[in-house]
């Protein structure tokens, strides 16, 4: 018994951290969904730190790369343009990504919108090998839950 209590609260844990990256989400996009159409599109980057968390991005020199890439946003609208023009979930491998320096690397993506309007697009980005049985499903329901809430 004492095992399944432990179970359960560990993951009890799991959910209070996926809904405050939730939140935080949320809060980093309510900038955004208030700012000028004519003006560039929107972008932003959360929980990069997360990224030193991977083996793959033990080297400093490419946890660089990355982080410039992210910087530079070119690249990373462009996958964001190709989403855009995607129903459902979109997923990115390596080269597909466009750059050197997402080899090894995916990227899932997937739009949010209103009943009849594209609003924007929710990526997340992560080594190649991620648990794509897990990140899916997130990435599906946070952008279903920020359309919700745009909708109101």
Same mark, same amino acid.
């Given at each position: 018994?004492?095992?399944?209590?432990?179970?359960?609260?560990?993951?009890?844990?799991?959910?209070?951290?996926?809904?405050?990256?939730?939140?935080?989400?949320?809060?980093?996009?309510?900038?955004?969904?208030?700012?000028?159409?004519?003006?560039?599109?929107?972008?932003?980057?959360?929980?990069?730190?997360?990224?030193?968390?991977?083996?793959?991005?033990?080297?400093?020199?490419?946890? $660089?790369?990355?982080?410039?890439?992210?910087?530079?946003?070119?690249?990373?609208?462009?996958?964001?343009?190709?989403?855009?023009?995607?129903?459902?979930?979109?997923?990115?491998?390596?080269?597909?990504?466009?750059?050197?320096?997402?080899?090894?690397?995916?990227?899932?993506?997937?739009?949010? $919108?209103?009943?009849?309007?594209?609003?924007?697009?929710?990526?997340?980005?992560?080594?190649?090998?991620?648990?794509?049985?897990?990140?899916?499903?997130?990435?599906?329901?946070?952008?279903?839950?920020?359309?919700?809430?745009?909708?109101?």
């Amino acid at each position: 018994m004492n095992a399944a209590k432990q179970h359960l609260q560990m993951k009890l844990n799991e959910l209070k951290m996926q809904a405050s990256d939730l939140l935080d989400i949320l809060k980093n996009a309510q900038q955004f969904v208030v700012a000028d159409p004519a003006q560039e599109p929107a972008f932003f980057v959360s929980g990069q730190t997360n990224l030193v968390n991977f083996q793959e991005f033990e080297n400093s020199e490419r946890l $660089r790369a990355i982080y410039h890439e992210f910087n530079e946003h070119e690249s990373m609208l462009e996958l964001l343009d190709q989403s855009m023009q995607a129903d459902g979930i979109k997923v990115f491998l390596g080269s597909e990504c466009g750059r050197d320096a997402y080899q090894g690397c995916a990227m899932v993506t997937r739009t949010y $919108r209103t009943e009849n309007e594209v609003l924007g697009v929710l990526g997340v980005i992560g080594p190649s090998r991620m648990n794509y049985q897990k990140v899916l499903p997130e990435v599906d329901m946070t952008a279903e839950i920020l359309g919700s809430l745009l909708k109101k």
